[in-house]
C-alpha cells in the first residue's frame, strides 16, 4: 500500500507544480508604458525647467480603452492645451486626436480607433503639452519604449557621464561645453571620473595579459 500512496502523493506534487507553472505563464493583462515628459523632445527648439511624467495602460483583454495618468509642472507660463497626437514618429508632428483636461495631474480613460491601437502599439503617438510661453508645445513624451531622449544634466554627478561628438559616455561628471580634449569630450571632475579612469586602466591591464 505505500508504494501506491507514494505514487498517489508524487501525482498530486505534479498536478500542483503544472497549475503554478500554467499560472505563471499566463500572458499579461495590460501592457504599460512610461512615458517621460521633456522639452528636448519637441521638434522646435524649447528651453525651460518644467519636466512631467506619464503612464498609458492599455487593457489588452478590455477592448480598446486606454488609461492615463500625466504629471507635470515647473512651466514659465501658464498651461493653454495639452493632446495626444499621431501618428508621428519622434522628432515628427501629428494631428490632434485627443484633447486632454486641463491641470496636473491628469487622469482619465480614452477609446480608441483600430487604427489608433495600432499607432499605439507602434510607438506613433505622442503627448504634448502647450503653454502661454511655447505655444506650439513646451513638455512631449512619445508614448514608446525608448524611454528619456536628453542626455543626462550637466550637475549628474556621481552617476554623470561625459558628454562627446560619439554621444554620451556614463560613468564620470557631466561638464558639457567646456571640455578642451581633441575628442570633442566635456568632462568634470570628481568620483565619475575615477571610475572612468579605473575602467581604461582595467582595460590596458587585460591587453597586457593577453601579450
Not at 203 to 208: H, S, T
Request: hydrophobic letters at 40%.
Amino acid at each position: 500500500m505505500k508504494p501506491i500512496a507514494s505514487l498517489v502523493s508524487v501525482g498530486v506534487c505534479v498536478i500542483l507544480l503544472g497549475a503554478g507553472a500554467a499560472r505563471a505563464e499566463s500572458p499579461p493583462s495590460e501592457r504599460t508604458w512610461s512615458v517621460p515628459l521633456e522639452a528636448c523632445q519637441e521638434p522646435t527648439a524649447v528651453s525651460t525647467t518644467a519636466s512631467g511624467h506619464a503612464v498609458i495602460r492599455q487593457q489588452l483583454f478590455g477592448g480598446q480603452a486606454v488609461d492615463y495618468s500625466i504629471s507635470f509642472g515647473g512651466f514659465a507660463g501658464a498651461e493653454t492645451e495639452a493632446h495626444i497626437h499621431g501618428p508621428a514618429a519622434r522628432g515628427q508632428v501629428g494631428p490632434i486626436l485627443f484633447t486632454l483636461p486641463a491641470g496636473s495631474p491628469k487622469e482619465g480613460a480614452l477609446t480608441l480607433t483600430s487604427e489608433q491601437l495600432a499607432a499605439l502599439n507602434a510607438g506613433q503617438l505622442y503627448i504634448d503639452i502647450h503653454s502661454s510661453t511655447y505655444p506650439d508645445g513646451e513638455l512631449r513624451g512619445q508614448i514608446d519604449d525608448s524611454g528619456s531622449a536628453c542626455p543626462p544634466p550637466v550637475d549628474a554627478g556621481v552617476d554623470g557621464g561625459l558628454l562627446c561628438d560619439g554621444g554620451w559616455i556614463p560613468g564620470a561628471d557631466a561638464n558639457e561645453g567646456s571640455g578642451s580634449g581633441s575628442d570633442g569630450c566635456a568632462a568634470g571632475g570628481g568620483r565619475g571620473s575615477l571610475a572612468l579612469a579605473a575602467a581604461i586602466g582595467a582595460l590596458m591591464l587585460a591587453r597586457r595579459r593577453r601579450r
